[in-house]
């Protein structure tokens, strides 16, 4: 890492300590804490314009991070990983994107798990299927047809939401793209999705794992910290090589995401190692953390059920760890039947 990023990963972090309540005092307020103060920080600083620069997303990617560390709101890691795919069309700040699969045939139906940049949302990015052709649209989120509900899910630190349709005009959406070019639209919005849910789930894991070993070394059994235990330690050192495996991948896909260059195979491949790594290591991590803590990390003033809860919904997020596993592995294997010559693609590859 350069000194400009860990120099930067200062200041997010100081940002966070000044405008968002530590995790030790989750519980005692409310869920998810008010963002408006973090909200105009960020906006103050910048951190939305991140990408406009050579290699923002580089400097993006450790505020994603450090935002999940600290269970911060989603809706400054929407913007950062959808702004650059529908800038010029809408202000990012007003426009909502889907976290799951994309979308329904034409614009009727639901789609779940929106993730928004606040509650004046507009518009609503949305893929849906329009005479045989894939199509990229702005949905508006209270316009005629369609609204915008609010969810309810396993994780309290974030705020979902669901854009019903049910009888959207015909020239109502404002269309972004058609066919080949919606395609590829979709999977850009995809492979940032994927890298920014694995970079908000490494952040869950290294404080996951800071918070154990913190608590290993004053928390006493038979007049001895339990960090002195071997069984202790060796599932910290588990713990600890969960993180840094997830952290190189991670990383790899950060920079090829960050070359502005059209994703190739090793690119597409790198982001779903990266997304399936980070995702599964968080889950890992967090349920041995709340092992470690005993009865404690069982309570709900505690902040580790709510490490886990964000790991597990971000592990459901986007594709599952197991299909991004397999389609890497199909990739490995057509590469060594055809001596590394390019195959068929991975879903949401450029050919």
């Known amino acids: 890492m350069t000194g400009e990023r860990s120099s930067f990963r200062q200041v997010v972090r100081q940002v966070l300590a000044d405008s968002w309540p530590p995790l030790a005092e989750y519980a005692s307020g409310v869920l998810p804490p008010n963002a408006e103060r973090l909200r105009k920080v960020s906006d103050e600083l910048g951190w939305w314009e991140l990408e406009d620069e050579d290699g923002g997303f580089a400097f993006a990617s450790i505020a994603i991070q450090e935002l999940g560390g600290a269970l911060g709101p989603g809706e400054l890691l929407q913007g950062l990983c959808v702004n650059p795919v529908i800038a010029g069309s809408a202000d990012p700040r007003r426009v909502a994107c889907s976290w799951g699969d994309s979308g329904p045939g034409g614009f009727s139906g639901e789609v779940s798990w929106c993730l928004a940049p606040g509650d004046d949302v507009e518009r609503v990015l949305v893929f849906a299927e329009q005479t045989g052709e894939p199509v990229a649209a702005l ?160 309570t709900w003033e505690h902040p580790c059920h709510l490490l886990l809860r964000r790991a597990k919904l971000n592990q459901a997020l986007g594709r599952n760890p197991r299909s991004l596993r397999r389609a890497v592995a199909g990739r490995l294997v057509a590469d060594a039947l055809t001596g590394g010559q390019e195959t068929t693609p991975l879903r949401g590859e450029r050919k």
């Open 139 to 298: 949905v508006r989120s209270q316009g005629a047809g369609a609204r915008l509900e609010p969810m309810t899910g396993s994780d309290p630190t974030r705020r979902f939401w669901r854009l019903v349709m049910d009888g959207v005009p015909p020239g109502e959406p404002e269309i972004l793209a058609r066919g080949d070019e919606a395609a590829l639209l979709m999977s850009e919005v995809e492979q940032r999705v994927s890298v920014g849910l694995a970079l908000d789930s490494l952040g869950i894991a290294r404080s996951a794992l800071a918070l154990t070993v913190a608590y290993a070394k004053i928390r006493e059994q038979f007049g001895a910290p339990i960090g002195s235990f071997q069984a202790v330690k060796h599932r910290c050192v588990d713990m600890f090589v969960l993180v840094e495996t997830a952290d190189v991948l991670v990383e790899a896909a950060v920079t090829a995401l960050a070359s502005g260059a059209p994703l190739g195979p090793s690119g597409v491949a790198s982001i779903a190692m990266a997304k399936a790594a980070s995702c599964d290591a968080a889950a890992e991590v967090t349920r041995l953390a709340l092992q470690t803590h005993g009865g404690i990390g069982y």
